[in-house]
């Protein structure tokens, strides 16, 4: 039986504490399984290009995506827009890996996000709370990532969510059903995700940190906040050496609980990403805000 | 109560401690050379082969393990931790090289990209004839064995094969929700010392 929710979910698990990066070329891919990602995004665009260039953003040409799926042997993701279905039923022809419906690009509908069960592919979808992760869960998606916010090479939004997170699982812990009943309606959330949550003490699928992470002491602060792996989007190619930052962001996912060791992959890297403060991005162009 | 490592380079160790702690081992993560020290046997989870064994290399790890496993540690790799065992790797990356300890020729991903993912039931030799969950995710397909006890076949292909102490399966057993194949570890590691 191929396409069950344990394959879907299952291969999430398979990339536990590793590195997702967003790579824009074949050459980078090669760069970044090279420098030990467990998977790679593929883009025509960074969050960070995307973020200053404007206009739409849609869903990478085929031939990109083919090229970078040609280039490696690790899993390759896509992403289509929020509600996009059709981008997303392209992506899963191609043979993608795993879909991202991700805010990063321009959001197709502005109510409904996809109904990720029929696919046979699996989806990973942003959050910036628990409730916002259960909608995303029962509606089938695989895996969850903190939205965090993309291209500005800045964690505090990812560590915003994933602290909401962890706060919302940990406010479940005695509640009766009745109670769970009421937080589910308060938060906009199915009761079953939250039952589910609340017995496991965590949330039922993988969860990645995403949206802002930069440097290896970054990748290693979502780690020990409890997230089960990275995604790196502009932080990796954006930077003065992106294999040397990439390994040195690998290594620390891994030896997150080590300082030593992250003091020493974090020397001599070269200049990070520039980056962005929040509070001078127009509200309007904040990504964690699409998606509901 | 044996105490059995979980390689934790990357991948899905914790569902292995899991499986191996309710089979009643105690276990230890390993991600450097002391922690193989003591150990009854080992882990190589999945994940991905690629990531794993890099990492290894950079910290002086994939040597210390070799010697370990060579000289008999128990050892039960799933997947990737397959991938790490064999000889020969097909479609890896470039010079994709492992501990080359068990003498089989795996192909990467041979069953496909991750839609072609699956379940199947699977009849393992000398396993009480009830089937076994297969869970196979990306999987190694396993194109040759030399030096190896076949244990359970999939479409004709070899999924699980045994040399020594050394047991490697193509699929998933820590996600199976199915401890026969944990609990036979953790027997086979109790009377290894």
Same mark, same amino acid.
Request: charged share 25%; net charge negative; aromatic share 4%.
């Given at each position: 039986?191929?396409?069950?929710?344990?394959?879907?979910?299952?291969?999430?698990?398979?990339l536990k504490g590793g590195v997702i990066m967003d790579v824009v070329t074949p050459e980078h891919a090669r760069i970044a399984q090279e420098a030990g990602a467990c998977a790679v995004m593929a883009l025509e665009r960074v969050p960070a290009d995307i973020r200053k260039e404007g206009g739409v953003a849609r869903m990478s040409d085929p031939d990109l995506i083919k090229s970078i799926m040609a280039t490696v042997t690790i899993p390759v993701m896509a992403k289509c827009r929020i509600g996009h279905f059709v981008e997303a039923?392209?992506?899963?022809?191609?043979g993608i890996d795993y879909i991202?419906?991700?805010?990063?690009?321009?959001?197709?509908?502005?109510?409904?996000?996809?109904?990720?069960?029929?696919?046979?592919?699996?989806?990973?979808?942003?959050? %910036?709370?628990? =409730? @916002? $992760?259960?909608?995303?869960?029962?509606?089938?998606?695989?895996?969850? %990532?903190?939205? =965090? @916010? $993309?291209?500005?090479?800045?964690v505090v939004e990812a560590v915003r969510h994933a602290r909401a997170v962890n706060a919302g699982i940990r406010k479940l812990r005695g509640m009766n059903h009745a109670e769970l009943v009421r937080e589910a309606k308060q938060i906009g959330a199915p009761v079953e995700v939250l039952a589910e949550c609340q017995k496991l003490g965590r949330l039922p699928v993988v969860n990645f940190a995403a949206g802002g992470i930069a440097t290896p002491a970054d990748a290693a602060l979502m780690m020990q906040l409890g997230v089960d792996g990275v995604f790196v989007g502009s932080g990796i190619f954006k930077s003065e050496d992106p294999l040397k930052r990439a390994k040195a962001i690998v290594a620390a996912t891994t030896y997150h609980d080590r300082p030593d060791v992250i003091a020493e992959v974090s020397a001599g890297l070269g200049e990070a990403m520039r980056g962005l403060e929040i509070p001078a991005i127009p509200k309007d162009e904040l990504l964690a805000a699409r998606g509901w | 109560m044996p105490l059995i490592g979980v390689l934790a380079m990357?991948?899905?160790?914790?569902?292995?401690?899991?499986?191996?702690?309710?089979?009643?081992?105690?276990?230890?993560?390993?991600?450097?050379?002391e922690d193989l020290e003591g150990l009854d046997g080992i882990v190589l989870p999945g994940g991905e082969s690629t990531t794993m064994t890099m990492l290894m290399e950079r910290v002086g790890l994939l040597e210390p393990l070799r010697d370990a496993i060579g000289g008999g540690l128990p050892t039960l790799a799933t997947c990737a931790g397959m991938i790490v065992l064999a000889r020969e790797i097909a479609?890896?990356?470039?010079?994709?090289?492992?501990?080359g300890l068990l003498d089989i020729a795996v192909r990467r991903n041979g069953y496909g990209r991750q839609v072609d993912s699956f379940?199947?039931?699977?009849?393992?030799?000398?396993?009480?004839?009830?089937?076994?969950?297969?869970?196979?995710?990306?999987?190694?397909?396993?194109?040759r064995t030399g030096d190896v006890e076949v244990v359970a076949e999939h479409d004709g292909h070899p999924v699980a094969v045994r040399h020594g102490r050394i047991t490697a399966l193509g699929f998933h057993p820590e996600l199976s929700g199915d401890l026969r194949l944990h609990r036979e570890f953790v027997r086979l590691a109790s009377g290894s010392r």
């Amino acid at each position: 039986m191929k396409g069950s929710f344990k394959v879907k979910s299952g291969l999430a698990q398979m990339l536990k504490g590793g590195v997702i990066m967003d790579v824009v070329t074949p050459e980078h891919a090669r760069i970044a399984q090279e420098a030990g990602a467990c998977a790679v995004m593929a883009l025509e665009r960074v969050p960070a290009d995307i973020r200053k260039e404007g206009g739409v953003a849609r869903m990478s040409d085929p031939d990109l995506i083919k090229s970078i799926m040609a280039t490696v042997t690790i899993p390759v993701m896509a992403k289509c827009r929020i509600g996009h279905f059709v981008e997303a039923q392209v992506l899963e022809a191609l043979g993608i890996d795993y879909i991202d419906e991700s805010e990063v690009l321009t959001p197709a509908d502005e109510e409904n996000h996809i109904d990720k069960h029929p696919f046979k592919v699996p989806f990973v979808c942003g959050c %910036r709370d628990l =409730g @916002e $992760a259960a909608r995303r869960i029962a509606e089938g998606a695989a895996m969850i %990532r903190t939205k =965090g @916010e $993309a291209g500005t090479g800045n964690v505090v939004e990812a560590v915003r969510h994933a602290r909401a997170v962890n706060a919302g699982i940990r406010k479940l812990r005695g509640m009766n059903h009745a109670e769970l009943v009421r937080e589910a309606k308060q938060i906009g959330a199915p009761v079953e995700v939250l039952a589910e949550c609340q017995k496991l003490g965590r949330l039922p699928v993988v969860n990645f940190a995403a949206g802002g992470i930069a440097t290896p002491a970054d990748a290693a602060l979502m780690m020990q906040l409890g997230v089960d792996g990275v995604f790196v989007g502009s932080g990796i190619f954006k930077s003065e050496d992106p294999l040397k930052r990439a390994k040195a962001i690998v290594a620390a996912t891994t030896y997150h609980d080590r300082p030593d060791v992250i003091a020493e992959v974090s020397a001599g890297l070269g200049e990070a990403m520039r980056g962005l403060e929040i509070p001078a991005i127009p509200k309007d162009e904040l990504l964690a805000a699409r998606g509901w | 109560m044996p105490l059995i490592g979980v390689l934790a380079m990357q991948g899905a160790f914790a569902e292995h401690v899991r499986a191996l702690e309710k089979a009643g081992a105690r276990t230890r993560l390993v991600r450097t050379r002391e922690d193989l020290e003591g150990l009854d046997g080992i882990v190589l989870p999945g994940g991905e082969s690629t990531t794993m064994t890099m990492l290894m290399e950079r910290v002086g790890l994939l040597e210390p393990l070799r010697d370990a496993i060579g000289g008999g540690l128990p050892t039960l790799a799933t997947c990737a931790g397959m991938i790490v065992l064999a000889r020969e790797i097909a479609d890896g990356m470039g010079d994709q090289r492992g501990l080359g300890l068990l003498d089989i020729a795996v192909r990467r991903n041979g069953y496909g990209r991750q839609v072609d993912s699956f379940e199947a039931p699977l009849q393992i030799a000398g396993m009480d004839g009830k089937t076994f969950p297969g869970v196979f995710i990306r999987a190694p397909l396993v194109e040759r064995t030399g030096d190896v006890e076949v244990v359970a076949e999939h479409d004709g292909h070899p999924v699980a094969v045994r040399h020594g102490r050394i047991t490697a399966l193509g699929f998933h057993p820590e996600l199976s929700g199915d401890l026969r194949l944990h609990r036979e570890f953790v027997r086979l590691a109790s009377g290894s010392r």
